[in-house]
Nanobody, 113 residues
Framework: QVQLVESGGGLVQPGGSLRLSCAAS??????MSWYRQGPAKQREWVAV???????NYADSVKGRFTISRDNTKNTMYLQMNNLKPEDTAVYYCNRSPPSSNYWGQGTQVTVSS
């Protein structure tokens, strides 16, 4: 079965950048999304990308984040620029709509001065 492993998170100052990766143990097919969950908050959708590369974003990150994928490497990415404190969260990748069985541990992004 496919397993998804997120990486690339860390501590950055406001205005900084990070690039997250989502590596699949097997081939990635179909539409995928990035999600995030901040402290004491519900998990929210961040960005989506189709198999062919079409993308859309939540209003809160539009213009700052870019989602991409490399199907030959079974990997999806999230380039995050101009980070804000409200971007602090654990970031997850999953299918879109998500499969409850595919949630991993995510990668922590902390934006703080």
């Amino acid at each position: 079965q496919v397993q998804l492993v997120e990486s690339g998170g860390g501590l950055v100052q406001p205005g900084g950048s990070l690039r997250l990766s989502c590596a699949a143990s097997g081939s990635i097919f179909g539409t995928m999304s990035w999600y995030r969950q901040g402290p004491a908050k519900q998990r929210e959708w961040v960005a989506v990308i189709t198999r062919g590369g079409g993308a859309n974003y939540a209003d809160s990150v539009k213009g700052r984040f870019t989602i991409s994928r490399d199907n030959t490497k079974n990997t999806m990415y999230l380039q995050m620029n101009n980070l804000k404190p409200e971007d602090t969260a654990v970031y997850y990748c999953n299918r879109s709509p998500p499969s409850s069985n595919y949630w991993g541990q995510g990668t922590q992004v902390t934006v703080s001065s």
